[in-house]
């Protein structure tokens, strides 16, 4: 089976810096995706990473350690429509997706 | 348009009826997926499908079932719907390509009374 955590909610003021760590344990490892969800909006794509280091997109960026079942996302100069779910999901064998909880993030002016 | 589509977008229902969710795509994706969501929680796996002829349950399929009429649609029934079934339903299709992403519908609100 497959095991995600992620904390449940963070709080940071706009225009700082704040990281979301995920921790996964899982039977095969085929990948680790971050999706930000809007509160009742659909998840939407963030990152892929399947190889270990940093994968930087614009403001966001996620880095992925398989030896240590560890991922974390970075959101750079906050702004308030930042203010989301994120969530981490980890691919295992047979292409499914297991979502970890989510992480709130609560973006103050 | 929505690359993704889910008919209805909410629905009420009582105990014991039989619910239909439908998702439409026109991004031209094999795989699809059913999830469901509940307050402050992760989505899980209702059931998925590669192709038009392929139906695999996920975790927590009892209650469920599904029908993939097309490459385009795939249907999400609720056969006796009961209250602990009151969720957000997501439907997802992906390429099948390496990277794989799900893309997601809008969703479907579902109260069950």
């Known amino acids: 089976g497959q095991n995600i955590d992620q904390p449940t909610e963070m709080t940071a003021t706009e225009g700082a810096i704040v990281q979301i760590n995920c921790t996964y344990q899982?039977?095969?490892?085929?990948?680790l995706f971050w999706y930000q969800q809007h509160a009742g909006e659909a998840p939407t794509f963030l990152s892929y990473n399947v190889l270990d280091g940093l994968e930087e997109k614009g403001r966001f960026s996620s880095f992925l350690s398989r030896s240590k079942g560890y991922s974390y996302l970075l959101l750079k100069e906050l702004q308030m429509k930042d203010s989301a779910s994120y969530l981490c999901a980890v691919r295992a064998a047979g292409n499914k997706l297991t979502f970890g909880g989510g992480t709130r993030v609560l973006v103050k002016p | 348009d929505a690359d993704v589509t889910q008919t209805p977008r909410n629905r009420i229902t009582k105990t014991g009826k039989r619910i239909m969710l439908e998702c439409s795509q026109t991004k031209g994706h094999d795989r699809m997926y059913w999830y469901r969501q509940d307050p402050g929680l992760g989505l899980q796996l209702i059931y998925y499908s590669f192709d038009v002829k392929d139906i695999n349950k996920g975790e927590i399929s009892d209650g469920y079932s599904v029908s993939r009429q097309a490459q385009a649609k795939f249907s999400l029934s609720l056969e006796s719907a009961i209250p602990n079934q009151t969720a957000l339903y997501f439907c997802?299709?992906?390429?099948?390509?390496?990277?794989?992403?799900?893309?997601f519908g809008p969703g479907t609100r579902l109260t069950v009374l």
């Open positions: 899982t039977s095969g490892f085929n990948g």
């Open positions: 997802a299709t992906a390429s099948g390509s390496e990277t794989d992403t799900q893309y």
